[in-house]
């Protein structure tokens, strides 16, 4: 290759490169308006629904008595309730004092007698 | 979350917005990416409607593969050129021999460009001596020179070496050079080579 050949591959690729420096800016190669809304109603309507993950037992059962605050409620009555059961306060009327247990155990089997003189539970009596 | 919230995010993370419901993301995607697959597939394939119809499935098959992406390991825009490159390859096998004669007609003769003659008549030799080229060359010089992809992405994209991508290029510009020469004077380049 001759160095006036040189020269005029040189020059080819110059005006070349311009070329496609035009060709990078060209609006031709643009897609059009619609066909980018076709591009984005086929993206939409492939697109997977947001994924929410199912909730635990344990979410079900908080969620029933109102979330934490009313779990929170919960605990904390069934405590107090517990406690006034073991050692109710002194102080109480006696038919709350009744209710909550004093003479319950007495009553209760009190009333396991019948008149007759049998238990609540006859068969075991007559049956001897 | 605002359109313009996402010029920031690197495409996975939109994919990865896309994948979660996000249909702004979808938006932000199209907007980014279909242009830049479109524009490929019309300077390889020089007819818009096919460059349309390759590009849709490119996009679609992006949507599709978008729930199973994983971050960082590959680049979407990467991904999405070898998948257009693909089809647009099974398409010029399908339809082979196209002439400089068919390759030569204006890719969008707008009424708003007429001003601009000479670009027209320009782009469009381009596109004719494109067509000229051999399908894996072509690929090569527009991802190269028009779309400005380096070497090793465009060697990903074809999935050849880097050292064959250089070839490819180098023997393209060549070809191409020698393909427009005839055109110079109608192309204003009288005074240039070509």
Redesign the interface.
């Known amino acids: 290759m001759t160095a006036s050949d040189e020269d005029i591959v040189d020059l080819d690729m110059n005006a070349l490169d311009a070329l496609f420096a035009q060709a990078t800016n060209d609006v031709g190669t643009q897609p059009s308006e619609a066909f980018m809304t076709r591009v984005v109603t086929d993206a939409l309507a492939q697109q997977p629904m947001p994924q929410f993950a199912p909730p635990s037992l344990w979410e079900q059962i908080t969620s029933m008595v109102g979330g934490w605050q009313g779990m929170g409620g919960l605990v904390a009555a069934t405590c107090a309730g517990f406690w006034i059961g073991i050692n109710p306060p002194e102080g109480l009327p006696s038919q709350f004092e009744t209710f909550l247990g004093n003479e319950t155990s007495i009553s209760a089997l009190e009333d396991g007698i019948d008149d007759t003189g049998m238990f609540g539970f006859g068969w075991d009596m007559e049956e001897g | 979350m605002p359109l313009d919230a996402y010029t920031d995010l690197a495409d996975d993370a939109l994919l990865a917005q ?4 996000d ?1 702004a993301a ?2 932000a ?3 980014r990416l ?2 830049r697959v ?2 490929h597939a ?2 390889v394939l020089g007819d818009r409607a096919e460059a ?1 119809d390759v ?2 499935d490119a ?2 098959r992006l ?2 593969v ?2 199973d992406w994983r971050m960082g390991e590959a680049k979407v825009s990467t991904w999405l050129y070898r998948v257009t490159a693909n089809l647009c390859t099974d398409r010029l096998r399908r339809k082979r021999g196209v002439g400089l004669n068919e390759a030569d007609d ?3 003769p ?1 009424p708003s ?1 007429t001003d601009q003659l000479q ?2 008549e ?2 469009n030799a ?1 596109q004719a001596g494109l067509q000229t080229l051999p399908e894996r060359q072509r690929q090569a010089v527009i991802l190269r ?4 992809l380096a070497n090793p992405e465009i060697a990903e994209i074809l999935e050849i070496s880097t050292e064959a991508v250089e070839s490819l290029t180098a023997r393209g ?2 070809a ?2 020698q393909a ?2 005839p055109a ?1 004077k109608k192309l204003g ?1 009288e005074d ?3």
Do not use: C
């Open positions: 896309y994948s979660q419901g249909a979808a938006r995607l199209t907007a279909t242009p479109f524009g019309v300077r349309e590009t849709q996009m679609m949507w599709k978008a729930p204006p890719l969008d707008s460009v670009t027209r320009r782009m381009l020179h028009i779309e400005g510009k060549r191409l050079a427009l020469a110079r380049y240039d080579s070509i």
